[in-house]
């Protein structure tokens, strides 16, 4: 079955970097993009970014631009947010979550990763 | 960027109706269309509808999305109580080359 796995949240002081992952499993993996989703304690949800196969393929929030990077590793079914220059209102669950592309987005999420931005 | 706007808050009786809405513009809503999410207390969001308004596998019948211009909406007939969450729309917003989402409604069902 189709499974996102995100790993590497954990607590880092602000201007620090951090590196999430998305590992993916049960569907042909370098067919889809991924989305990232975050999502601030007691918040909504706030799209942060997706990629797709082709690596200049991918977009971002302007709230992250120039500060948070997305690369994958078709070899490994996984998808990377480099997340640098971190700041306490990038505080968030991290979800990933699949993209058909053909318009159908959204359609599998992981449970989330818990990255807590603080000194 | 300018997200999609969502009631906070909609309450409805056991068994009735609740329609959620979502506005947008014609960058987004109006020309993409709209994905709604249903999220429960501690859970991963869930799709609901996708944004030409088709339910996934598995969705129940009593959900069903429309549009009419800039605005999208979730119609849930015959509320039950598992019905109570928080709902997102979301959409392409062209001119940003971005996804946007609305700031989400709290469904109660009394």
């Known amino acids: 079955q189709v499974q996102l796995v995100e790993s590497g949240g954990g607590v880092v002081q602000p201007g620090r970097s951090l590196r999430l992952s998305c590992a993916a499993s049960g569907f042909s993996f370098s067919s889809y993009g991924i989305h990232w989703v975050r999502q601030a304690p007691g918040k909504g949800l706030e799209w942060v970014a997706v990629?797709?196969?082709?690596?200049?393929?991918?977009y971002s929030a302007d709230s992250v631009k120039g500060r948070f990077t997305t690369s994958r590793d078709n070899s490994k079914n996984t998808v990377y947010l480099q997340m640098n220059s971190l700041r306490a209102e990038d505080t968030a669950v991290y979800y990933c979550?699949?993209?058909?592309?053909?318009?159908?987005?959204?359609?599998?999420w992981g449970q989330g990763t818990l990255v807590t931005v603080s000194s | 960027q300018a997200g999609l706007t969502q009631p906070p808050s909609v309450s409805k009786g056991l068994r009735q109706t609740a329609t959620l809405t979502c506005t947008g513009n014609s960058n987004n809503v109006g020309n993409e269309g709209a994905v709604w999410l249903q999220q429960h207390q501690g859970h991963p969001p869930k799709l609901l509808s996708d944004?030409?308004?088709n339910r996934p596998s598995g969705i129940s019948e009593r959900l069903s999305a429309s549009r009419s211009g800039i605005t999208a909406s979730l119609t849930i007939t015959g509320l039950q109580p598992e019905d109570e969450a928080d709902y997102y729309c979301?959409?392409?917003?062209?001119?940003?080359?971005?996804?946007?989402f609305g700031g989400g409604t709290k469904l109660t069902v009394l």
């Open positions: 979550a699949r993209d058909h592309g053909n318009d159908y987005e959204f359609d599998y």
């Open positions: 990629l797709w196969n082709a690596a200049n393929d991918k």
């Open positions: 944004r030409n308004n």
């Open positions: 979301s959409a392409w917003d062209s001119s940003l080359s971005a996804w946007v």
